[in-house]
């Protein structure tokens, strides 16, 4: 009971930073309500019993890839009010919300005739530890992803590297 | 204790993949728009997440650190590209993109 009241507490802070990102004027505040998104996002994730997937959203999504962000935001020098901030109600605006609630329409129908049985038990034992998510990793179905993902990630630093030199 | 059931956090994922959806096709500013798709991509975690305790198979979470990894590799690139494009048009306004316009 407890657990579910603050799933739906931290679940309304996220979807309220989510909403901050799109609407927000300047690129910082968008970052920094998608970092608090994150954040909750995390809690979520702990109360769903993935305690390793929490971490690393931490370490990786809030800590490194929200950095970057960060960083190219003000290596850009982007002003407040610029040209990009949300003008109002544009042609533009009302199509985008009215795909956005079309499909918002679709995703509830499908959610509402899912029948997904009833509430899963408590979960046993060693589930959503590092070591069961270790084991999958590298000792299971995941050992060929896993490396597959090293390569990508050789592979986008290389990219990114080449892509901002000045000059080859 | 019981737990939050199946359908209300996919209902969480979906608003939060609605709100990513909107962003990226209502905003102009590139950085804000890759930051959109940052959060559908979240919404999809907790999906994954949601579904992997619900049958307490650990491949859901598993796969969120891929989606996890692969978001990694993809901001690094596409900050790159928006850094390259901003040096050779001073702007990162999407409207201001349109060479290949008819």
């Known amino acids: 009971m407890t657990e579910a009241v603050l799933f739906y507490l931290f679940s309304l802070v996220a979807v309220m930073a989510g909403l901050g990102v799109v609407l927000a004027r300047s690129p910082i505040t968008s970052a920094l309500s998608l970092v608090t998104c994150f954040f909750f996002l995390a809690a979520d994730y702990v109360l769903l019993d993935a305690h390793f997937v929490a971490v690393i959203q931490l370490l990786v999504y809030a800590g490194a890839i929200m950095v970057l962000f960060i960083f190219v935001i003000m290596l850009l020098n982007l002003r407040e009010g610029s040209p990009t901030a949300m003008g109002g109600f544009t042609p533009r605006t009302i199509l985008g919300a009215c795909f956005a609630g079309l499909m918002a329409v679709g995703l509830a129908a499908v959610i509402g005739v899912l029948n997904a049985g009833p509430v899963a038990p408590e979960v046993q034992g060693e589930y959503g530890t590092i070591a069961q998510v270790g084991n999958a990793l590298f000792a299971s179905r995941y050992l060929l992803p896993f490396e597959s993902v090293s390569v990508l990630l050789t592979v986008a630093v290389i990219g990114a590297v080449v892509l901002a030199k000045k000059e080859l | ?102």
């Open chain 2, 1 to 102: 204790m019981e737990t939050v059931g199946l359908e209300p956090v996919l209902g969480v994922a979906a608003v939060l993949f609605t709100i990513g959806v909107a962003g990226v096709l209502t905003r102009k500013n590139a950085l804000i728009v890759f930051m959109c798709v940052e959060l559908m991509l979240n919404a999809v975690n907790l999906a994954f997440v949601a579904f992997s305790r619900h049958f307490s198979a650990i491949d859901g979470q598993v796969f969120a650190l891929f989606v996890m990894a692969v978001a990694a590799a993809e901001a690094a690139v596409g900050l790159a590209l928006v850094i390259l494009l901003f040096r050779n048009r001073v702007t990162v306004n999407l409207d201001d993109l349109n060479l290949m316009k008819g």
